[in-house]
């Protein structure tokens, strides 16, 4: 079975600095996916970036970044240059890479970024 | 495209009442999800469709919970009776083969007294 952890307590940021969450998994399929989803105060889902579980490069999307650590079992997201609209809850998520694309959800990580 | 669309946004009902939630998918994509969220459980997937057809239920918590996807454009999840644990954010997601990501709707926020 899929398990994804994330343990931090709520976050606060400055607005400008960077911010990494974390984010353990626990597969035994060597083939999967790796996601992460911002869930504002308006309560939509928005995905933001996705790693593969083959994928020899990072992933990056604008100013968020995967920092992929296969033998580690992590996949931390990275959000430069923090900004007011950023203050979410952020979701990591797997997938198994068998085609169906149904993810397993961490407990998410609360992040406020003030002014 | 509009991206997914669920309806209603909020509902809320009496306990033994029947309550249907509508999902219409991103045109093209042939998975669709029915997700639940709440405080205690987090994001939780009960069912799953693929072109149309239910391939993974074992997420419905009970008899009282049921889904169908009569063509590819729409999907209703319904709960007869529903009960006050079943307050709770429901989600709707669609995704196309070979595309790993998928997409969410706004969610149907469901309160029932």
């Known amino acids: 079975a899929q398990k994804i952890t994330q343990t931090q307590p709520g976050m606060f940021v400055q607005e400008k600095e960077a911010v990494t969450l974390d984010c353990t998994y626990d597969t035994s399929d060597p083939s999967?996916?790796?996601f992460w989803y911002k869930q504002p105060s308006s309560?939509?889902?928005i995905?933001?970036?996705y790693?593969?579980?083959y994928d020899q490069q990072n992933a990056t999307e604008g100013r968020y970044s995967l920092n992929f650590q296969?033998?580690?079992k992590s996949a931390n997201l990275v959000i430069s240059a923090s900004q007011l609209g950023d203050s979410a809850m952020y979701f990591c998520a797997m997938t198994q890479r068998d085609g169906?694309?149904?993810?397993?959800?961490g407990k998410g990580n609360q992040v406020v970024v003030i002014p | 495209d509009a991206g997914v669309i669920q309806s209603p946004r909020h509902e809320v009902t009496e306990m033994g009442q029947e309550v249907t939630l509508r999902c219409k998918p991103i045109s093209g994509?042939?998975?669709l999800f029915w997700y639940r969220q709440t405080m205690m459980r987090g994001l939780e997937l009960l069912i799953y469709f693929n072109n149309n057809v239910p391939i993974d239920d074992s997420g419905m918590p009970e008899d009282r919970f049921s889904a169908k996807m009569p063509n590819a454009s729409f999907s209703t999840l319904k709960i007869q009776p529903s009960e006050p644990r079943d307050s709770a954010v429901y989600?709707?997601?669609s995704s196309s083969n070979g595309v790993p990501e998928a997409f969410f709707g706004q969610g149907t926020r469901l309160t029932v007294v």
């Open chain 2, 29 to 31: 994509h042939n998975s």
């Open chain 1, 51 to 53: 790693q593969g579980s």
């Open chain 1, 32 to 34: 999967y996916g790796l």
């Open chain 2, 91 to 93: 989600f709707c997601a």
């Open chain 1, 47 to 49: 995905f933001l970036i």
């Open chain 1, 43 to 45: 309560g939509e889902m």
């Open chain 1, 100 to 105: 169906n694309n149904r993810l397993a959800f």
């Open chain 1, 70 to 72: 296969k033998a580690r």
